[in-house]
C-alpha cells in the first residue's frame, strides 16, 4: 500500500521511479533532508518513529547521518534497498504499534530533501573493470 507510506512518509520519500529501480538492483537511495525552522528535535522524533517501525517491521535499518559542518542539511538518510513488500509491513507495524498516519507531517517538519539512487560501496579499480568489459 503505496499510499500508507507516502502518508506516513517513512517511504513516501522514496517512491519514485527511481526506487523502483532500487529494489531491482541492490541500489541505495540517498536522501539529505533541511529541518523546517524550529523543527529540528520533531524531525528527530519522527525520523526515530520511522526507525521503530522498521524494527517492528523487521525491515533492515537505515544509516542515518547528523550534520557537523559545511552544507545546509541536517539528516543524511541512506535506504537499504526495498523489499517487495515494504509497505505493507510497514503499515502492519504501525497498526500493531498504534501509530496513525499523518498525512502533512513530513512537509511541516522538512523544509527540503532531496533523494538520490547510488550504487556501492565500491572502489575505482571495480568500477574502471566494469567499464572494460
Do not use: C
Amino acid at each position: 500500500m503505496k499510499k500508507f507510506a507516502l502518508i506516513l512518509a517513512a517511504s513516501g520519500l522514496f517512491l519514485t521511479p527511481q526506487v523502483a529501480m532500487a529494489q531491482d538492483s541492490g541500489e541505495r537511495v540517498v536522501t539529505t533532508m533541511h529541518a523546517a525552522p524550529g523543527k529540528y528535535y520533531e524531525l528527530v522524533q519522527w525520523l526515530a518513529q520511522v526507525d521503530k517501525i522498521r524494527a517492528e517491521a523487521k525491515l533492515a535499518p537505515r544509516e542515518i547521518y547528523r550534520h557537523h559542518n559545511g552544507a545546509n542539511w541536517d539528516f543524511l538518510v541512506i535506504e537499504p534497498p526495498l523489499v517487495a513488500n515494504e509497505d505493507d509491513l510497514m503499515e502492519a507495524a504501525a497498526k500493531k504499534l498504534e501509530i496513525k498516519p499523518d498525512p502533512g507531517a513530513f512537509r511541516r517538519i522538512v523544509m527540503d530533501h532531496e533523494d538520490t539512487v547510488v550504487g556501492g560501496p565500491t572502489t575505482a579499480t571495480a568500477i574502471l573493470a566494469g567499464m572494460q568489459q
